[in-house]
């Protein structure tokens, strides 16, 4: 008796199936790999040490309040020149003031808002970034941009 039904090989299908069972296999070892030979196997204090800031001390503490110091007399120098406006001056003032919380107080303010800086409580801190929020965004203002880097430079002399 004849059958209407012709068998065909399993390659005669679409190999779309196989190829992408081939894919998922693959990317399911590399993940395990990864995982493997990533940081996540260390142990937990040593993660810990790695992610720690290193708080500078004694001679180290003086090099980084002079490398910024020395970064704001190069502002003040451009702004004299007139190689840069107040507004960006402001925006460079406020990343300078951050950056060297940072390094030197192992506090990360890089990215955070005013209300999260309050939160850290360091009231001359604060009050600074916030007399840098107006001349940052405006168009125009009345603040003194000479007097704005003044007082950065007092708040780094005088950090402990």
Known sequence: MESSVKLNGIFMYS???IWLAALALITLGVIILVSIFSKKGEPVQRRVAAVRPRVPIGTDRMRVKSR??????????RLREGGIEFRPAYQELSKILRDFVKEIGGLDIT???????REKNIPVLTRLIETFYEPEFAVETDDDVFEALEN?????????
């Open 152 to 160: 950065v430079v007092k708040v780094i002399e005088g950090w402990n």
């Open 111 to 117: 990215r955070c808002t005013l209300s999260q800086i």
């Open 15 to 17: 190999t779309l199936p």
């Open 68 to 77: 910024y110091l020395g970064l704001l007399k190069d502002l003040e120098y």
